[in-house]
């Protein structure tokens, strides 16, 4: 059983788009794009709720 989670993970090929995505479409702020040119960015509500992580699928891999 699940008892709690803190990140989900995706991997993108073009992560500047995920994020406006998420940012502006869905309304999910960004908490953190301290990573360098979406290189990887964070998104949520809150840094103490869960959170998603958005990486650069070409310099990263893809998520497991």
Known sequence: MIKEF?????STKDPAKLVEFYNEKLGIPILDEG???YDG????????????????????????
């Not at 803190?6 to 995706?10: A, Q, S």
């Not at 960015?41 to 497991?64: M, N, Q, T």
């Open 6 to 10: 803190k990140v989900i993970n995706i």
């Open 41 to 64: 960015a964070e998104l949520g509500f809150d840094k103490d709720a869960p959170v998603i992580y958005i990486w650069d699928e070409r310099k990263w891999g893809k998520s497991k």
């Open 35 to 37: 990573f360098g040119n």
